[in-house]
T-cell receptor
Framework: SAVISQKPSRDICQRGTSLTIQCQVD?????MFWYRQQPGQSLTLIAT?????????ESGFVIDKFPISRPNLTFSTLTVSNMSPEDSSIYLC???????????FGPGTRLLVL | AQKVTQAQTEISVVEKEDVTLDCVYE???????LFWYKQPPSGELVFLIR??????QNEISGRYSWNFQKSTSSFNFTITASQVVDSAVYFC??????????????FGQGTRLTINP
């Protein structure tokens, strides 16, 4: 199975600031996905991080708010910009497993915006 | 549009009881994938199973079993002889599209399962 790490694991931030979340995978993957899980809610896909090209955003999410970098096949960052309390969520990165039989998730970054 | 419905928001049972978590999905794709994930209180998502739309065989893994019925668009999950460690939020998910082998998942709202000793 893929080993995925995220940094930071949690953070408390002030409104109006930005936070960059890192996702590191122990193997090369073509696609990496970023999801958001608001308190008590399900997971919603934010965007697909493509290596060597711009990220693809889902409806309701924009690059100015959630800029994504994908400098290589094992690493990606998601920035939550100009944060407000509504951005308080768990942010998870996800990658396909070997043989594409599974989809694995990182441990998540718990963000609280005051 | 793709949609996953988990009508049971919360379920509470006593240990050793069997429990079934329901999942109903909607999709226009002819080929799709269905998943179940477990999210314990620690927060991480634990992959349980992925099924292809063309494989309707039921699956059993220890105390876990899955019943996939394409005719009713359902993919239900049963835990037999439940244990306290089974307490978690369980998510059913649908993959509407395969992009170079990876899946974009559409999740249901989740079912919070509590197993009481």
């Amino acid at each position: 199975s893929a080993v995925i790490s995220q940094k930071p694991s949690r953070d408390i931030c002030q409104r109006g600031t930005s936070l960059t979340i890192q996702c590191q995978v122990d193997s090369q993957v073509t696609m990496m996905f970023w999801y958001r899980q608001q308190p008590g809610q399900s997971l919603t896909l934010i965007a697909t991080a493509n290596q060597g090209s711009e990220a693809t955003y889902e409806s309701g999410f924009v690059i100015d708010k959630f800029p994504i970098s994908r400098p290589n096949l094992t690493f990606s960052t998601l920035t939550v910009s100009n944060m407000s309390p509504e951005d308080s969520s768990i942010y998870l990165c996800s990658v396909p497993g070997q043989g594409k039989e599974t989809q694995y998730f990182g441990p998540g970054t718990r963000l609280l915006v005051l | 549009a793709q949609k996953v419905t988990q009508a049971q928001t919360e379920i509470s049972v006593v240990e050793k009881e069997d429990v079934t978590l329901d999942c109903v999905y909607e999709t226009r794709d002819t080929t799709y994938y269905l998943f179940w994930y477990k999210q314990p209180p620690s927060g991480e998502l634990v992959f349980l199973i992925r099924r292809n739309s063309f494989d309707e065989q039921n699956e059993i893994s220890g105390r876990y079993s899955w019943n996939f019925q394409k005719s009713t668009s359902s993919f239900n999950f049963t835990i037999t002889a439940s244990q306290v460690v089974d307490s978690a939020v369980y998510f059913c998910a649908l993959s509407p599209l395969i992009i170079q082998g990876a899946q974009k998942l559409v999740f249901g709202q989740g079912t919070r399962l509590t197993i009481n000793p």
